[in-house]
């Protein structure tokens, strides 16, 4: 679990985040959303420890990292995994290659044991067939697919998902979304995703925290997020159409 006690963060004399607090639950898919310029990308850096906070605590399963050294804060991102918005593949490495790096970096296991990891997460994204190919040779959803595998080779407590699904068309946009909610599950993992993607908080929304003009605005589930009575909500998430069909739907 993390948790965000009265978080304030500024750059020179705009404050982008206002006393923030949240909780983000183990084993669930967190979701941050908003509007851009809100400041949720900004959050995310906080909790990462990317940026130093003005004020507040952040709290990994009770540990305050906005007291840590930067030493320490180095050895606890070890147990963090991350899947960048744009995959950020090695484009000179395979997929293999590319999944087994951070274990060369930082897994003190032996070579037999690195190759065993890297192929089960291979296995378990259904990407083991393209182990040999480079990140030009295969699809964006596949690319996705091996830096998920990536995210997860040294068996992360948390792990941080910006914008998964840019540039994903719609089938498998929901294919990434399951796969990270199915692993974020079996490994009891604290996943934080930042996303624009409605589909993603209406298919995966476990816990989703509304972030609007640096405040807090709401947090709730997929399933509360129609009544809610948020005006700045409903203008966000149902801004379409399609979503404006859906709301009027449910409030039947």
């Known amino acids: 679990m993390i948790e965000v006690a009265h978080l304030t963060k500024s ?12 909780t983000f639950d183990s084993g669930k898919t967190n979701l941050i959303i908003g509007q851009s310029g809100s400041g949720k990308t900004v959050l995310m850096k906080c909790i990462i420890g990317l940026h130093q906070v003005d004020s507040g605590k952040i709290l990994y399963d009770d ?5 840590m ?42 070579r037999e044991e690195w190759n065993e990891r890297v192929n089960f997460c291979l ?33 992360p407590t948390y792990l941080f998902c910006d914008e998964p699904n840019s540039g994903l068309d719609p089938r498998t946009s929901l294919t990434i979304d399951r796969l990270i909610k199915e692993i974020t599950e079996e490994n009891n993992i604290t996943t934080i995703i930042n996303t624009h993607d409605m589909n993603s908080v209406m298919e995966i929304g476990d816990n989703i925290l509304f972030i609007h003009k640096g405040y807090k605005s709401w947090q709730g589930n997929k399933d509360n997020i129609y009544d809610t009575g948020n005006t700045d909500l409903d203008d966000f998430v149902f801004a379409s159409e399609l979503y404006k069909k859906v709301k009027k739907y449910h409030s039947y």
């Open 11 to 22: 750059f020179g004399d705009n404050t982008v985040l206002h006393d923030i607090s949240a």
């Open 123 to 155: 296995q378990r994204v259904n990407l083991d067939h393209a182990a040999k190919l480079y990140p030009s040779e295969i699809s964006g959803g596949m690319q996705k697919r091996a830096a998920i595998a990536r995210a997860i080779v040294l068996e």
């Open 63 to 67: 540990t305050d990292i906005t007291s």
């Open 69 to 110: 050294t930067k030493k320490q804060i180095t050895t606890m991102r070890q147990k963090v995994g991350m899947l960048f918005q744009g995959s950020a593949l090695f484009d000179s490495m395979t997929v293999e290659e590319n999944v087994r790096f951070p274990l060369e970096m930082f897994s003190e296991k032996s």
